[in-house]
């Protein structure tokens, strides 16, 4: 499942081996270490682990196969963002921490040089949360839970006018009501979708596209909403939610085959017919990958094989590339850095993908909507409305590919084709479905207690049978009955997927034998529906968290990635 290809410069070694490659060439030694991201800078690339590791391969790390490893105490790391010589690092809790050179501030702190992950504590300080960060050359962005976006570096990349700021030592701000913001390891500016799905820009990149100084509102932003978009050296992309590709830019590296610079976006020829999933850009090469698991490159600067096409000529033409090791793998991920290109496997979403498992095998499921086997309650909670006025408007008006694509996203899934979704959301009243957090609709079904289907019965009365043989009688055992949805145990435990194989379909309880106390799996039983341990103040933490640290390996938890920080962090607090 995790495997990491690379090639392009590599002259630090940075991908954990040597030499350089203008092939995409299996890097063993990052491979060994189960990454979920990678974020590459010019002399070093940082590789973020599924055990809450940040692996450094690189400049200023000893032996060019041994890795300098970081972590950061009572933290988990959410993502890291490599600049040119700088990276920032995103915890769960809203943090933010830098790392390497920080000369022209770009680091939000004092210090010139950051040999370990240091906390930026210009947001602590003013009790503002992190949600996003992002670095470009000597810059960083930082997007706070208000909507209020910062910057720190050189001021003129910063999207700022006159003599706002100086080059400091501290985060500005740049603008309000920001939801999404984007930039890239060589790029002089930044893009950000406002709360309204404006798309703006600012700094020296976004010249790329329009002149002007100042954080501006792109003129010709797509019609379709924006999903991502990314900023190289001369040339940025967007990606909108129906998998189009818009460039900008220098000639060489916007995909077209022939014409002149231009600093409108406009649509990737090549690409037009495809769905394009991930996209990313470096100094002036670009790669992206479609629903069919396709990755294509191109780009004006191959000097280094960074274009991964068996030679250092560059291509600026969009040539599809095959890896043979991960063809047609479902989660392959891409990222560029200035000279390097890295294509990776790890799972995406790996906790919701599981919904979209059930729907595709219509485990356990209790309504018919067209052809398809459903969950009645997620429909409404996804949608809003009741399952009938749904059922009623797709089966009226819409195509059985259509109300496909659009219960793959009702499931938290991504469909090949989104016609059908903007479609479906946008009769149904959905504002800004893209933007919807499934989570968050997964929450509401919890507090739902007349939609619950299911009885996890827990027995609380162990006493009685210590000896199996004189207590065959399952009668004489007390019990006490949770709540749940059973699409969600399905979905979250692999132990009641193995369990409910040998139950009838039609069964409303289960007995669950763990030993757990009634309060510790109801704790967790929220925890598959928020995401969150809650305790109350009549809850014990000390029996909660041994019960619940147990609880990972019987029900198999293991892909939890957030649950044992949780615990951990309850636990410190003892």
């Known amino acids: 499942m995790y495997k990491i290809f690379g090639c392009g410069e590599n002259s630090n070694s940075q991908m954990g081996r040597t030499g350089n490659f203008s092939t995409f060439t299996f890097l063993e030694n990052a491979s060994g270490y189960r990454i979920k991201q990678v974020s590459p800078c010019y002399e070093k690339t940082f590789y973020l682990t599924e055990d809450n590791k940040l692996v450094e391969f690189g400049l200023h790390v000893s032996g060019s196969q041994?890795?300098?490893?970081?972590?950061?105490?009572?933290?988990?790391?959410?993502?890291?963002?490599?600049?040119?010589?700088?990276?920032?690092?995103?915890?769960?809790?809203?943090?933010?921490?830098?790392?390497?050179?920080?000369?022209?501030?770009?680091?939000?702190?004092?210090?010139?040089?950051?040999?370990?992950?240091?906390?930026?504590?210009?947001?602590?300080?003013?009790?503002?949360?992190?949600?996003?960060?992002?670095?470009?050359?000597?810059?960083?962005?930082?997007?706070?839970?208000?909507?209020?976006?910062?910057?720190?570096?050189?001021?003129?990349?910063?999207?700022?006018?006159?003599?706002?700021?100086?080059?400091?030592?501290?985060?500005?701000?740049?603008?309000?009501?920001?939801?999404?913001?984007?930039?890239?390891?060589?790029?002089?500016?930044?893009?950000?979708?406002?709360?309204?799905?404006?798309?703006?820009?600012?700094?020296?990149?976004?010249?790329?596209?329009?002149?002007?100084?100042?954080?501006?509102?792109?003129?010709?932003?797509?019609?379709?909403?924006?999903?991502?978009?990314?900023?190289?050296?001369?040339?940025?992309?967007?990606?909108?939610?129906?998998?189009?590709?818009?460039?900008?830019?220098?000639?060489?590296?916007?995909?077209?085959?022939?014409?002149?610079?231009?600093?409108?976006?406009q649509i990737v020829p090549k690409l037009k017919d495809k769905f394009v999933t991930k996209i990313s850009i470096g100094q002036d090469q670009s790669i992206c990958t479609t629903s069919d698991y396709e990755i294509y490159v191109w780009g004006g600067d191959n000097s280094y094989g960074q274009q991964g096409i068996g030679h250092n000529n560059s291509s600026t033409i969009v040539k599809k590339i095959v890896i043979p090791e991960i063809e047609n793998s479902p989660f392959i991920n891409v990222v560029c850095g200035l000279y390097n290109t890295f294509v990776y496997t790890a799972p995406d979403q790996g906790e919701v993908q599981d919904f979209l498992t059930i729907f595709k095998e219509s485990l356990f499921t209790d309504s018919i909507l067209q052809n398809h086997r459903v969950h009645k309650s997620l429909i409404e909670a996804r949608t809003d409305k009741t399952f009938s006025q749904v059922k009623q408007c797709l089966e009226e008006n819409y195509s059985e590919d259509e109300i496909k694509e659009f219960l793959i996203w009702v499931y938290g899934g991504y469909p090949k084709k989104m016609t059908g979704v903007k479609k479906i959301t946008k009769e149904l009243g959905i504002q800004d479905f893209f933007k919807r957090d499934f989570t968050k609709d997964l929450s509401r079904i919890y507090r739902d207690d007349d939609s619950k289907d299911f009885n996890l019965a827990v027995v609380v009365d162990d006493e009685d049978n210590e000896d199996e043989e004189e207590n065959e009688d399952e009668e004489d055992e007390e019990v006490e009955e949770?709540?749940?949805?059973?699409?969600?145990?399905?979905?979250?435990?692999?132990?009641?997927?193995?369990?409910?194989?040998?139950?009838?379909?039609?069964?409303?309880?289960?007995?669950?034998?763990?030993?757990?106390?009634?309060?510790?799996?109801?704790?967790?039983?929220?925890y598959f529906y928020t995401e969150k341990i809650e305790l109350t103040a009549d809850d014990d933490p000390v029996l909660v968290v041994e019960e619940l640290y147990d609880a990972v390996d019987y029900y198999q938890l293991n892909k939890f990635s957030n649950l044992q920080y949780q615990l951990d962090q309850i636990k410190k607090n003892f």
Do not use: W
Request: proline share 4%; hydrophobic share 30%.
């Open 66 to 265: 041994t890795p300098k490893i970081h972590t950061i105490k009572d933290e988990i790391i959410k993502s890291v963002s490599g600049g040119t010589y700088h990276a920032l690092i995103l915890t769960e809790s809203g943090k933010v921490y830098g790392i390497r050179q920080n000369s022209s501030g770009q680091c939000g702190l004092e210090k010139t040089s950051l040999d370990e992950p240091t906390l930026v504590t210009f947001f602590t300080k003013k009790g503002l949360l992190v949600k996003e960060v992002c670095c470009s050359y000597y810059n960083s962005y930082f997007l706070c839970t208000n909507g209020e976006l910062y910057g720190a570096g050189n001021v003129g990349n910063l999207g700022l006018t006159g003599n706002q700021v100086q080059n400091g030592k501290e985060p500005v701000l740049i603008t309000k009501g920001i939801f999404r913001v984007f930039s890239g390891p060589e790029a002089g500016g930044f893009l950000a979708l406002t709360e309204n799905l404006e798309l703006v820009g600012g700094g020296s990149t976004y010249t790329t596209m329009e002149t002007g100084s100042g954080c501006r509102k792109v003129l010709n932003p797509p019609e379709e909403p924006i999903k991502c978009a990314c900023l190289g050296f001369s040339s940025c992309m967007v990606l909108t939610s129906d998998g189009k590709v818009y460039t900008s830019g220098s000639l060489n590296n916007i995909g077209r085959p022939q014409g002149s610079d231009i600093n409108k976006l």
């Open 482 to 526: 949770i709540p749940v949805h059973k699409f969600v145990l399905l979905a979250r435990s692999g132990l009641f997927r193995e369990m409910f194989k040998t139950i009838n379909q039609n069964a409303s309880v289960v007995k669950d034998y763990s030993g757990k106390t009634v309060e510790s799996l109801e704790i967790l039983i929220k």
